[in-house]
């Protein structure tokens, strides 16, 4: 018994002192804000150095990340431009507002650059406010090319609500099974 007690003791004593010396280590934890929204992980600084949530900062950012063989940490932000493009007796011209209540008929233009992820898909989607998605491009195993433009099919869509719909584009890295946004545009209706 006394046995026993001796090395619950130790045991106790051994994790405490682990902890401490992991706690001395940890300087400060900080929160961690990108234009004014905060992400939901923490970052730390440990010996004046600041380690970050890599995963929300590239999600944050719109960007890839992956690790490579040789442990490396890759991150690519590719550079994606999108204009909205409105269609009617008038002409084509770009458009960013609409009125609560209007159809417009448009297609979406698309320039990136700097896309150095191999990609296995290609999808683009427009939310409502009240977050409806409607899909307006998809593609499978694009072409995998640092610069490309693509222009979406003509969309009739009824922008019944009032605030923001986002267009926003995603790509699919090609060993990955996650999406990743790495555009978003809005469309304000008032």
């Known amino acids: ?8 003791s130790v045991l106790l004593l ?13 300087n400060q934890i900080i929160r961690v804000s ?15 150095t600041t380690y970050l949530p890599l995963r929300q900062l590239a ?13 490396q940490v890759v991150i690519n932000k590719p550079n994606i431009h999108m204009m909205t493009m409105s269609v009617n007796s008038n002409g084509v011209y770009p458009f960013q507002a609409v009125e609560k209540g209007s159809t417009v008929t448009f297609y979406v233009l698309v320039h990136g650059d700097s896309l150095n ?16 998605v409607k ?5 499978d195993k694009p072409e995998n090319l640092n610069v490309f433009q693509l222009r979406t099919k003509e969309i009739k869509y009824k922008f019944g609500s009032e605030g923001e ?4 584009m995603y790509m699919k890295a090609e060993k990955s099974s996650e999406w990743t946004l790495v555009s ?3 469309i304000f209706s008032k």
């Open 14 to 26: 051994s994790l405490w002192g682990g902890g401490m010396i992991f706690a001395d280590t940890v």
């Open 165 to 168: 719909y986002k267009v926003r």
């Open 117 to 132: 992820t191999p990609l296995s898909a290609a999808k683009m989607e427009i939310v409502d406010p009240g977050e409806s």
């Open 34 to 48: 990108v234009n004014g929204s905060s992400l939901n992980d923490t970052g730390i600084v440990v010996d004046g």
């Open 135 to 139: 899909e307006l491009y998809y593609e």
């Open 184 to 186: 978003e545009k809005l």
């Open 59 to 71: 999600d944050t950012f719109n960007a890839f990340i992956s690790w490579s063989d040789n442990k």
């Open 1 to 8: 018994m006394k046995l026993k007690k001796v090395l619950v």
